[in-house]
Structures are given as C-alpha cells and as structure tokens.
Antibody, heavy 122, light 110 residues
C-alpha cells in the first residue's frame, strides 16, 4: 500500500525555522513528482511547492519563494520542506502528496499524507 | 497566483445532479487542460476524482464528470448519494509551472 507520513511540525516563533519530512513507502519514489500543500485554519487547500523525481527541478508558490526549500532523498524515500523566516501566516497543516505518473508535471495529486501541523506564534 | 474561485457551498437532493464551478484565468485553467478535482470527507485525506479536466482515475464512479469552457472548469455529480456529501476542491496547473487550488466547495446532500 502507498503510504506518506509527515513529521517535523510544531510551534515556532516568527522568524524561526522548521524542517518537515515526509517518508513514503509502497511505490517507486524517484518516479514521481512530489508536492507540499497546506491548509490554514478554516481555509482551503493552498499549494506550496513541488519537486521532480530526480530532485533537480523545483517550483514554489510566490508566498513562500525565497523562504522555503523543497528537496528529496530518493535513497531514503523521503521528501523535505525546509522552512525559514517563518511568519504567522505560515501557520497551517502541511501535507505531502504524490503527483500522478499520468499527468503533465505530476500536476494531479493521487496520494496524500495525513499532515503535520505548524504553528508560528510568539 | 490568486486562488481559483469556487462557490462556498452547493446542495442537492438524493438522485439529483449538481455542478460545482471553478473559475480561473488565462494563466491557469484557460491555458492548460490540467484541471483536477478532489473529494474530501472530514478527517480523511483528499481523494483525486478527476484529472486532466475530464478523466477519472481507476475506481472512481462514473457519476463524477468534469468539463471546461474558457477559464472555467466544472465538476458534475449525477445521481447524488448521501456519501457524496463532502468538500470538493479544484486545482489547475499554471503558466508559472506551479499549481493553484480553489477555495473549496461544501456539498450538502439534503
């Protein structure tokens, strides 16, 4: 079975940093684009970032560009999101999700983790 | 990267059909046939039900269908069932090589 398990969330002060991890199993990790998506309290889903199977192509939402870095370790079947200069508006549950093999750029997401909460507050 | 626009809520009775709209711009929905729809029940992970505007992943009911006209995509659910009550989210690939979601629509089955 395909599984995605996020970790690394928590409480951090404004301006601080966190690194989220997403360990996957049940599929060939290197064969898929991977994404981070977040949901602020009471709000809808917001796409954050994506990385291709080899890790060499990354893209970011304007709201996180220059502050967040997505990466992956295919040997460890793990996706990361390094979050720096965190702001109150980054408070959300962060989900990792797998891009499908059959859509351009893995733009459709067919498996999601359960999420890890991030709270940015002093 | 403004969010796609969806109605906050829609409702319908069992057996009826409903349509959820998703409006974007020429930089996202209008530029690609790469619209996806997700069904989300409370406490569960989102489930992909439509991709590439009108394609269904294996195992998704044929009662779900998608379409697009210009900058607006639509999800139609026919023969409403009580278990269709959920939140529905659209997304689109963009000219910036990013992905953008809509705000989500709550479907109530009366």
């Amino acid at each position: 079975d395909v599984q995605l398990v996020e970790s690394g969330g928590g409480l951090v002060q404004p301006g601080g940093s966190l690194r989220l991890s997403c360990v996957v199993s049940g599929f060939t990790f290197s064969g898929h684009w991977m994404h981070w998506v977040r949901r602020a309290p009471g709000r809808g889903l917001v796409w954050v970032s994506r990385v291709n199977g080899g890790g060499g192509s990354t893209h970011y939402a304007d709201s996180v560009k220059g502050r967040f870095t997505i990466s992956r370790d295919n040997a460890k079947n793990t996706l990361y999101l390094q979050m720096n200069s965190l702001r109150a508006e980054d408070t959300a549950i962060y989900y990792c999700a797998r891009g499908t093999e059959y859509t351009y750029g893995g733009s459709a997401l067919d498996y999601w983790g359960q999420g890890t909460p991030v709270t940015v507050s002093s | 990267q403004s969010a796609l626009t969806q109605p906050a809520s829609v409702s319908g009775s069992p057996g009826q059909s409903i349509t959820v709209s998703c409006t974007g711009t020429g930089s996202d929905i209008g530029s690609y046939n790469l619209v996806s729809w997700y069904q989300e029940h409370p406490g569960k992970a989102p489930k992909l039900i439509i991709y590439d505007v009108n394609k269904r992943p294996s195992g998704v009911s044929t009662r779900f269908s998608g379409s697009k006209s210009g900058n607006t995509a639509s999800l139609t659910i026919s023969g409403l069932l009580p278990e269709d009550e959920a939140d529905y989210h659209c997304s689109s690939y963009t000219l910036s090589s990013t992905v953008v979601f809509g705000g989500g629509t709550r479907l109530t089955v009366l």
